[in-house]
């Protein structure tokens, strides 16, 4: 039997395209990921040379993908506080957080954005999962006035420190008062969006969720446009920058057979709380009980790596013990960073263990996360 020298991917119908999918072609994507049932802008040039532009000046994303879940009506509010370990008693309209949906035994079924638009409506902005569909599980059966839905809603992000530039060109001074995980809705120019102090990269960014899916052509021109006096780039989200900053990708790094006991920093997420949520009495017992491994950093000897295609099992003295979840090369830090799953016994760092990545066996050293700026003080700026 011959086997093939080449794969190919049909892209159907039933793979989405962002209302931004053609100003992508005209950027220079020239390959996608499937995420959300929606095509998702993956390459356009040299990683290296996108970060340091999104480090340095300003990039523009398209992450349509990133799809929105809308909870309204009367409970809505008390409906959305069921679905996460965090307490959003105290959250206000025009306010954001960074939430976990748990499940009944603790697992993480998703780690979206939450932004409250109004008092009775909540946007959650998705990673790659069935969470939109939990939603309006848990929702037929909590006997609520609630109503989970898909809105015509999809995001671009404006990351960088030149971003506050380009806004301030397109939206006027005022967007300058937009706090760290905030938002508010406005329009550009009869473009109907909501903005908000939100990003994957934890440097200064914004997110733009286009309200109109007509308008994805308008609205991408104007911030290109306003975007060349600072150098703006058009690039896929960068996933050095997201790990350098202890940014996690739902479904690579952790899921649903994952408790935020396990994950270096989510922990604080479970916030102790009287009001009942799904997963309560289980955290809360993992609070007591502890937990067997983690995921915390590890750094990697040897020449730059390319990103893992799959995960890398991890060793101690021939045993396997874990595996890396991902791994990249920081230009800043000039040294190969990524994720590993370890007993919990090996968890802090400076513990050595084996890797066999793509590429052959290296050796590496677990390693606290962040690995730069671990308070988020460049963000919040």
């Known amino acids: 039997m011959r086997t093939p020298t080449s794969t190919t991917l049909n892209f159907g119908p039933w793979y989405r395209r962002s209302p931004f999918f053609d100003a992508t072609l005209r950027a220079g994507c020239s390959a996608y990921d499937v995420y959300q049932h929606m095509l998702h ?86 990673a790659d999962s069935d969470a939109g569909l939990y939603a309006m599980g848990v929702a037929v059966h909590s ?107 739902w479904g690579s790094d952790f899921d649903l057979e994952t408790n935020p006991f396990e994950v270096t920093g989510l922990e604080r997420l479970v916030e102790e709380q009287e009001a009942d949520y799904i997963g309560k009495e289980a955290l809360e017992r993992i609070r007591r009980e502890g937990v067997s491994r983690k995921l915390v950093g590890i750094e990697l000897d040897g020449d730059p790596v390319d990103q893992p295609t799959q995960h890398w099992p991890a060793f101690v003295d021939g045993e396997r013990v874990g595996h890396v979840t991902d791994a990249c090369w920081s230009p800043r830090l000039e040294k190969n960073i990524g994720y590993v799953w370890v007993p919990i016994g090996s968890a802090k760092p400076g513990n050595r263990l084996d890797v066999q990545a793509d590429d052959g066996e290296r050796t590496g050293t677990t390693a606290t996360i962040p690995f730069i700026d671990p308070r988020k003080t460049v963000p919040a700026a």
Request: glycine share 10%.
């Open 143 to 249: 006997g609520m006035d609630v109503h989970v839905g898909h809105p015509e809603v999809y995001p671009v992000q404006v990351q960088g420190p030149r971003s506050k530039d380009v806004m301030r060109d397109l939206f006027g001074d005022r967007i300058l008062d937009l706090r760290y995980y905030r938002c508010e809705q406005t329009d550009l120019e009869g473009i109907p969006v909501v903005i908000s102090r939100t990003g994957w990269t934890a440097v200064v960014g914004y997110e733009i969720y286009l309200r109109d899916p007509g308008r994805g052509d308008d609205l991408w021109e104007r911030i290109l446009d306003a975007g060349k006096p600072y150098g703006i780039r058009v690039t896929p989200s960068s996933d050095i920058r997201r790990i350098e900053a202890g940014i996690f990708d």
């Open 41 to 126: 802008p993956n390459t356009y040039g040299d990683p290296v040379e996108e970060y340091w532009a999104l480090v340095n000046d300003v990039t523009l994303w398209d992450v349509a993908v990133e799809r929105i879940v809308e909870i309204t009506g009367p409970d809505a509010s008390t409906f959305t506080n069921l679905l996460t370990c965090r307490d959003l008693s105290s959250c206000e309209v025009g306010q954001g957080k960074y939430m976990l949906i748990t499940a009944s035994d603790g697992g993480i079924v998703n780690d979206p954005v939450l932004l409250r638009i109004e008092a009775d409506r909540w946007w959650l902005a998705l």
